[in-house]
């Protein structure tokens, strides 16, 4: 597919931002890191322009250099006409830029970090009431302005973020990845503040995102891979060469993610991904019979055609790069054909758990249980009690109430043996990052007991199986974050848990490494593993056999992704997607309490 290109070129007057040709690299140790190779590429004003690529692109390197953080080592980029290496101070003074990352002082109140940045940005104090105001009505942090920020939930930072930010209004905003880590919920909340900057202040927006939905969303979008641009236009330019090569596939007798895994990899297959009760197929050309022709003696298959979306295309250019698919599960047909590893066996019991934190109830009656060889989804927006939940269930955390086995264990009074069964892969990553790929692996099977020619046999599963040979003397806080990924659960693999327990994986990982990961999920949960998971990815939800949603430490609803949605059908909306359905059950929630 070739790269998209914006049809006509913007006037001089009309551009934000310009790069020509902007090259810069990093040394790391003994390697050398092309972050960008002679990038050119505009934001015309008046738009929000995404800025969409994997783990690694140069996104980052990019919006630094054009905040005037970073200076380019060849070419040139200016800013609302200004050298943002010649005048980067200027520049700085001119745009508002919330990297992902975001400086909030947490010992300090919303309104003290509010008062603390209009005094970096020389916001004078009579004009600070009416910008205050008009932000916390914006961002709807209004009735918390007393509230210390280290007591805000993740979306509710990210808006003060943004806030902090805006706080003398910029002319141009970068925002680099603002719904990283942010439930639905906030992040249509975040969308509508950029949409209002836009459409009511005229600014212009740049930014990058990992959610490809959040693209199709942007007037224009660039895409770069590896340093290189390869890309430029309107999310439909993208996708419109992709007509009638994008299917729904649904096979009656077979798991969506089971299916999934006996398309990927297939003769004429770009992509094949779990999308609600089917699996989105993207072939290389418009044949149906080619198409027809992958689910020959599947009993109960169907196909239909259906358009095309940017992500689509961004997978399919992504795919010309990296012909093969990386970190392939382990013998993917023995997974796809074997006999179903679900059992009625309940290796996770939970029964009116609780947690409290002096007076304030992070998790209060929770009670589900797993079966195994199940996958089991926890979700639930910014603070509604997941990783509390988590941490009591591996034992990291006690409980202040209620009872909860894992493995047969009572982890009241066995934790430590039921540690022993587990493995765990925290929403941050958590491994040492001063430690190479291989010592942290080597550690980690020392924990957990491993030793001699099993230990030593493990190791080598882990970096070869993890594609990670080639990063195995690296250290581990450079790496991609998908590669940190992939590390991290290498390591919560090492002693062959029964039970995995993965909060957030997959945040902020680029979709090519979501589907290497949930691939290896799948692998492991039709081999008997159980796994408990959390995400804020609505789609990777319907990987699971059943979620449960989460508010206020409360469990609102559980069943299986099919359930859930069809509490939000209604006439309006006959087909209601997972994110619809959260949405529903979390306002639903909020106006019962507001009532």
């Known amino acids: 597919m070739s790269p998209a290109k ?40 008046g738009l929000v322009t995404g800025l969409i690529g994997p783990d690694g692109a140069g996104k980052t390197t990019l919006m630094r250099t054009a905040a005037g953080l970073l200076a380019p080592d060849n070419g040139k980029i200016s800013v609302l006409g200004i050298d943002a290496t010649r005048n980067s101070i200027e520049v700085q003074s001119t745009i508002g830029y919330m990297p992902q990352r975001f400086g909030l002082y947490e010992d300090l109140s919303v309104a003290e970090n509010l008062d603390l940045y209009a005094d970096l940005r020389g916001v004078p104090p009579h004009d600070r009431p009416d910008r205050y105001r008009e932000l916390m009505s914006m961002t709807g942090l209004g009735p918390f302005t007393a509230r210390l920020a280290g007591r805000l939930s993740g979306g509710m930072k990210q808006k003060l973020g943004l806030a902090c930010t805006l706080v003398s209004p910029p002319r141009f905003l970068i925002l680099d990845e603002p719904t990283v880590g942010v439930d639905p919920v906030s992040r249509r909340e975040l969308w509508s503040i950029v949409y209002r900057l836009v459409r009511e202040e005229g600014m212009s927006v740049l930014l990058s995102t990992a959610y490809l939905d959040e693209a199709e969303r942007c007037d224009e979008v660039v895409v770069l891979h590896d340093g290189k641009v390869l890309g430029a236009g309107t999310p439909k330019s993208f996708s419109g060469p992709l007509e009638g090569r994008t299917w729904r596939v649904r096979v009656s007798s077979m798991k969506n993610r089971i299916l999934q895994e006996r398309l990927v990899g297939r003769p004429g297959v770009i992509d094949a991904v779990v999308q609600g009760e089917a699996v989105r197929l993207v072939m290389e050309d418009a044949e149906e019979e080619k198409a027809t022709r992958l689910l020959s003696g599947m009993e109960g298959a169907s196909i239909t055609p259906v358009a095309p979306r940017f992500e689509d295309s961004f997978i399919s250019l992504l795919r010309q790069k990296r012909p093969e698919t990386p970190g392939s599960p382990p013998d993917a047909k023995k997974t796809a054909a074997g006999p179903e590893a679900m059992s009625g066996e309940m290796v996770i019991e939970v029964q009116d758990l609780q947690r409290r934190f002096g007076d304030f109830y992070a998790v209060k009656g929770v009670t589900f249980g797993v079966r195994k060889g199940e996958v089991f989804g926890l979700l639930g927006a910014n603070g509604a009690g997941k990783s509390t939940t988590f941490r009591m269930l591996c034992g990291l955390l006690p409980p202040s109430g209620g009872s909860l086995s894992v493995a047969g264990v009572d982890l009241r009074r066995a934790a430590a043996s039921a540690r022993a069964r587990i493995g765990y892969m925290s929403q941050k990553f958590s491994l040492y990052g001063n430690l190479s790929v291989r010592q942290n692996i080597e550690f980690f099977s020392s924990a957990y007991g491993l030793s001699g020619a099993g230990r030593k046999e493990r190791i080598g599963w882990a970096l070869e199986e993890f594609e990670l040979q080639p990063l195995a003397s690296a250290t581990s806080a450079d790496l991609p974050l998908g590669f940190k990924q992939r590390l991290a659960m290498a390591c919560s693999l090492m002693h062959e848990p029964d039970i995995i327990f993965l909060d957030e994986p997959t945040s902020g990982v680029d979709p090519l490494a979501r589907r290497e990961f949930w691939r290896r999920i799948g692998s492991q949960a039709e081999e008997g593993v159980t796994v408990l998971v959390t995400t804020h990815f609505m789609e990777e939800a319907e990987y699971c056999d059943r979620i449960a949603i989460m508010a206020a430490g409360e469990i609102l609803s559980i069943g299986s992704p099919s359930e859930i949605k069809s509490l939000a059908r209604t006439p309006e909306l006959p087909e209601p997607t997972l994110e619809d359905a959260f949405i529903s059950l979390i306002t639903g929630r909020s106006g019962e309490k507001a009532a």
Not at 21 to 36: D, E, N, S, Y
Request: charged fraction near 30%; charge should be positive.
């Open 6 to 45: 914006i049809q006509s070129m913007p006037a001089a007057g009309e551009i934000a931002l310009e790069a020509d040709a902007v090259t810069k690299k990093f040394v790391a140790g003994k390697r050398v890191v092309h972050a960008l190779r002679e990038v050119s590429m505009q934001v015309r004003k």
